[in-house]
């Protein structure tokens, strides 16, 4: 498998392992209820019944069964995560560095482009004072404002550094592209990521 089937893979058995805490984490599921019925105590003329409640869910398999596929499954995701890190290590240029790198200058690229959308303004407002009237009293007037907002940076700069990383990040972005197809995993899937949970751990 290349690297970009092996990221697949390891997203698939994550969630196998997330269906089986599923059914491990139910307790109907792991449990079995059963009721006596003593209708004989109020009743002599009625029969005793032990009756079993349903289980939640109606499968063919057990929670001990359960608990050795989920054994199973990190087995199996221990050895592809090995196997992807030494995939990883014969790459060009490292490829979880260069991920989150990518990340650091796109969240810049985003606080850039709020920047490169911001204008200088004028606007009138009202502003409001209070003076004394002739007979002495303070009474409020309102009164115009002027209010002019200008940017205090350089939007062409600004510009520049948008296209800067966006091309940056997109030369990265295809670099790893071509990394996750041509880097082969030297490890064989043990499942089918095609087939679901159920049918697997029946097995």
Request: charged letters at 30%; hydrophobic letters at 35%; a negative charge.
């Amino acid at each position: 498998m290349n690297l970009k089937e092996s990221y697949r893979y390891a997203n698939y058995l994550d969630a196998l392992l997330n269906t089986a805490y599923r059914y491990l984490q139910n307790k109907g599921f792991v449990t079995t209820t059963k009721q006596n019925h003593l209708r004989s105590k109020a009743n002599s003329e009625a029969t005793d019944e032990v009756i079993e409640l349903q289980k939640p869910y109606d499968v063919d398999f057990t929670p001990n069964t359960v608990i050795d596929f989920v054994v199973k499954v990190i087995t199996e995701k221990e050895l592809l995560a090995d196997a992807i890190v030494k995939a990883k290590a014969g790459t060009e240029i490292n490829i979880d560095n260069a991920i989150a790198m990518n990340k650091k200058k796109q969240g810049f690229v985003s606080v850039l482009n709020g920047l490169a959308n911001m204008k200088s303004s004028e606007k009138i407002i009202q502003g409001t004072d209070y003076k004394f009237n002739q007979e002495g009293n303070q009474t409020k007037y309102f009164y115009t404002v002027e209010e002019t907002t200008q940017i205090d940076f350089d939007r062409n700069d600004v510009r520049n550094l948008v296209k800067k990383y966006l091309k940056e990040t997109d030369e990265v972005s295809s670099k790893l592209d071509a990394i996750e197809i041509n880097t082969i995993v030297n490890h064989i899937p043990l499942f089918d990521v095609n087939e679901n949970f159920e049918d697997l751990v029946g097995v």
